[in-house]
């Protein structure tokens, strides 16, 4: 029996969701996981959405200081399928400012990793991730540009599947980057995953590039392609990690195949171009006047009103504005965003003449969690440089699922496996498959029936 069918025969009564955010709430101090907490849920399977996907009348700020106070008069299309089809909901998580960021340190509040609080527990999804670790029964809404779903279902150790691009529909999501974000799925088990994924994704006439796709036919995957300079370039504790998992993966029937992406590295700033260029475009609507927090002076100069306004935004976000900007001036966009696009498009033929034949299997994060007072001292580029595995799967839009494969040093060790357009079903079954044989390990258990 899965958790959900666990769960529905447990028929938990009203008492159960008093006690769950009560408990939720104290371990919330220590965690950071989640922005609010909905403590008037009474029913149905417990379900986080992350901070920047709207909930109808529930505060929605993406952890940035200048929504403060938007109240969404709509939910998500995403949000909407699964309250209606029995989820609760429990509460908005904490995430990286507008999805910026990969440890989740780029938030009003510090969000820490439930194996170790000195730690970060990735992001920028890092409630979502932090929930799925610490509830026995919980889905996680969550959302992905360049790697957000992956890496903190990683560094938490909990499964995290992003979808192909426009296979769930984007209505109702904050958006970061258009051509980029996904909503997706952060839980404990595949099978959670899979029942909650079979209720958004779909069409939706609120979201032109959301289509109903048909998944391709072959089923089992047998062949596994691994990109040797990405596995070398990973930290030793990881890199020995990963090789046991393949070991294990040989051992179950999978067959592995050594290969190489020309200029593979470059999917790095074609990502970041691509993700700020849009980023900077997206957040001009934050200025003062109709989301969030409002400048109620109108006697202002144009520069004096406008700078007030968006003096709200963190670090991170003006960063992005300004080199977003900078990379689609008249001046400089075909040296950069356009030429961006077009090795995007080429990166997609370079990875699809693989994906024909099985998947692309990689650690997810090339380091275990660092120590939150580590990534505090890096720089913006060193920063960046850890999504250097997670970024090819969504800069091409392309469907893959981060799960649990080891663990070092009491810390958990993550896999991607990264597969064609629409074979969100075929990844499912693979982890599902893998789960049979490996234990996994959680910190805390909240919400038992
Ligand atoms: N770390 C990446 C970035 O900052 C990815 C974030 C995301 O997927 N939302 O752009």
Known sequence: MNSIEEFKAANPEKEYYTKLVEELAKLNEELGAFNNINFSINGGYPLSVKDNICVKDFETTASSKILRGYVPPFSATAVERLLNSGFGFLGKTNMDEFGFGSFGINSERLARNPFDKTRVPGGSSSGAAIAASVLKYHVALAESTGGSIAAPASFCGVVGLTPTYGRVSRYGL????????????????????????????????????????????????????????????????????????LDKLSGMGYKIEHIEIADIDDTLPVYYIIAMAEASTNLAKYMGFKYGSKVEDFSKEYNEFFTEARELFGKEAKRRIVLGTYVRSASVRNKYYYKALQLR?????????????????????????????????????????????TVPANLLGLPHISFPTDYAEGLPVGTQLIGAPYTEHTLIDFVEEWEKGFAYKFKYNLGSV
């Open 345 to 389: 498009g080429l990166f997609s033929q370079r990875f699809a003449e693989y994906l024909k034949d099985g998947f692309i299997i990689l650690p997810t994060m090339p380091i275990l969690p660092p120590k939150i007072a580590e990534v505090s001292e890096l720089s913006p580029l060193q920063t960046y440089m850890i999504d250097i595995l």
């Open 174 to 245: 904050i958006d970061y980057a258009s051509s980029l974000d996904k909503i997706g799925l952060i839980s404990r088990s595949a099978s959670e995953i899979r029942y909650a994924f079979d209720l958004i994704k779909g069409k939706d006439s609120y979201d032109a590039t959301c289509v109903d796709a048909k998944e391709p036919e072959n089923k089992r995957i047998n062949k596994l392609f691994i990109i040797d300079s990405f596995v070398e370039r990973v930290e030793e504790k990881v890199n020995s990690s990963f090789f046991k998992t």
